[in-house]
């Protein structure tokens, strides 16, 4: 049993809440619980804009993770454009970028995906989403950041739900007033759960599954013209507790140590946000 060093934690369950301009597909079906959390999950996931240094090297991640699936020419790979546009935006130096783009041409090595489970503080269920190539390195350097924050590699997979979802644009032809109508009936046909309109203006929408299926829906949207933005698993907690002061403190000290680590891509915990 982990030391928790007096922290105190109160565990509470998540409100059932409704997002807004998400329409569910098949009623009679099981619903994934977290689907209407999503908002709630843009918190839960801790790996925010942070430190420059460490935003780049996530940006830097995700544009040779886009290479590796789609090749380096922006212009036929959607997904790099996007993750070049989103570099742009945060700020990321048009030559940083194009130096990532030229060491992609030069690595033989690939990036590959892994879940680690972690425990924390007794009470705080982590996962998290690694894109390395030194995946026996890092998760070393990672037992020793954990040894030293009252944390460890433990089973909390179960305490979280697994979400897929894919982002992407319809073809010029769907207006912003069709968007919910004509993306439901394309959700309907593929077998995706929900969808999410994320801004009627660009246009772009999420598409929610079942974490198995992402990359059949992401090849089913290129099918029918879509522009494919982005695609993720997400992992939604079950429940959620509520730290006091002291046991956030602690809690984030070691956040910001696992966000440093190169190669972590995402967080997921079953800490609630309060305002």
């Known amino acids: 049993m982990l030391r928790t060093v007096g922290l105190l934690v109160s565990i509470v369950r998540l409100p059932p809440t409704t997002v807004a301009l998400t329409r569910h597909i098949h009623p009679a079906k099981t619903a994934f619980a977290g689907h209407s959390k999503w908002q ?22 995700q544009i040779r993770l886009a290479v ?24 990321m130096p048009n030559a940083t970028i194009q130096g990532v783009l030229k060491k992609c041409t030069t690595q033989s090595a690939e990036l590959k995906k892994y879940v680690l489970e972690i425990k924390a503080l007794d009470q705080i269920n982590i996962v998290c989403v ?24 433990f089973d909390t997979k179960h305490a979280f ?24 009936d394309h959700a309907i046909e593929m077998g995706a759960e929900d969808i999410e309109v994320m801004d009627a203006h660009d246009r772009r929408v999420r598409f929610l ?26 992992f ?35 800490v609630e946000m309060t305002a």
Do not use: W
């Open 209 to 234: 599954c079942s974490f198995r299926d992402v990359d059949r829906i992401k090849k089913e949207l290129e099918k029918l013209n879509y522009s494919v933005e982005h695609c993720e698993q997400a």
């Open 40 to 61: 709630n999950i843009r918190h839960v996931k801790a790996l925010n804009d942070g430190r420059k240094s460490v935003l780049f090297i996530k940006l830097s991640r």
């Open 161 to 184: 739900d697994e979400i897929g979802f894919v982002e992407a644009i319809p073809p010029a032809e769907v207006q912003s007033e069709d968007l919910t109508s004509v993306c439901t």
């Open 130 to 153: 690694l894109y390395t190539d030194r995946f026996t390195q890092l998760k070393m350097e990672m037992a020793t950041t954990l040894r030293k924050n009252f944390a460890l590699f």
């Open 68 to 91: 590796q699936a789609g090749g380096p020419n922006p212009a036929v790979n959607n997904v790099l454009r996007a993750a070049i546009d989103e570099a742009l935006k945060k700020n």
């Open 236 to 270: 939604f907690p079950k429940s959620t507790i509520v730290l006091n002061a002291e046991a956030m403190e602690a809690y984030e000290k070691l956040k910001d140590k696992l966000k440093a680590m190169d190669g972590v891509e995402d967080i997921y915990d079953n």
